[in-house]
């Protein structure tokens, strides 16, 4: 099983619309999970970071459920500037290094 | 608002040569990392550093790979003698505290 797992698209859906999208992990001593964005050939940035509660930024609502060991991003209302590939990002501190693992990242295409 | 930085942004070298890769991590940051991406395929770890010592690494990070501190800035990655497949895009991260990391707009690498 892969660390980390996500669809990879893509998803391509018209402006306005809402899209989910799900990530897997398989190491339950992960401790901190968060969905980055990465554009073509650019480098990944923090979208947002994961909690169990839940937690919301504007139209990006993202969710964890440490049980299923799965992660949610619901993006509402989506923009042609969304249009990227959405990284699925767990982290395991152990002691002092602190590892990130991506998913191989899911392609969103907003269109007209 | 502070970045992370790295030099060059593009090399291409002859197969079986030596290149060093360059970051300015942010400035107050402590733990400092180097991530890799070949086109196409998702990011992956390769070494992590914190107190001047390397804190964790990947299998990827094999003896062709060191890194220095070599003053108290900069953070370079070495590849002694590089191979085709060496060909990706480095990233340079830095964190304060281990958790969210920030990334240098990377350093793309041509293995000829």
């Known amino acids: 099983r892969k660390e980390v797992e996500q669809d990879p698209g893509p998803f391509n859906v018209p402006e306005g619309a809402t899209v989910a999208f799900n990530c897997t992990y398989s190491n339950s001593a992960s401790q901190s999970f968060f969905w980055y964005r990465q554009d073509c050939r650019k480098e990944p940035k923090l979208l947002m970071s994961?909690?169990?509660s839940g937690n919301e930024d504007g139209r990006f609502t993202a969710q964890l459920n440490r049980a299923s060991q799965y992660i949610s991003l619901l993006i509402r209302d989506s923009k042609l500037s969304d249009s990227a590939t959405y990284l699925c990002v767990v982290n395991k501190i152990t002691g002092t290094a602190s590892k990130l693992t991506f998913g191989t990242g899911t392609r969103l295409q907003v269109t007209l | 608002e502070p970045e992370v930085t790295q030099t060059p942004s593009h090399q291409v070298t002859q197969m079986g040569q030596e290149v060093i890769l360059r970051c300015v991590p942010i400035?107050?940051?402590?733990?400092f990392y180097w991530y890799r991406q070949i086109l196409g395929q998702k990011v992956e770890f390769l070494v992590s550093?914190?107190?001047?010592?390397?804190?964790?690494k990947s299998e990827i990070f094999d003896d062709q790979f060191s890194v220095e501190r070599p003053d108290g800035s900069n953070f370079t990655l070495k590849i002694r003698s590089t191979k085709l497949e060496d060909s990706a895009m480095y990233f340079c991260a830095s964190t304060p505290s281990g958790n969210t990391i920030y990334f240098g707009e990377g350093s793309w690498l041509t293995v000829v």
């Open positions: 994961v909690y169990s």
């Open positions: 400035s107050n940051h402590l733990y």
């Open positions: 550093f914190y107190n001047n010592e390397i804190s964790e």
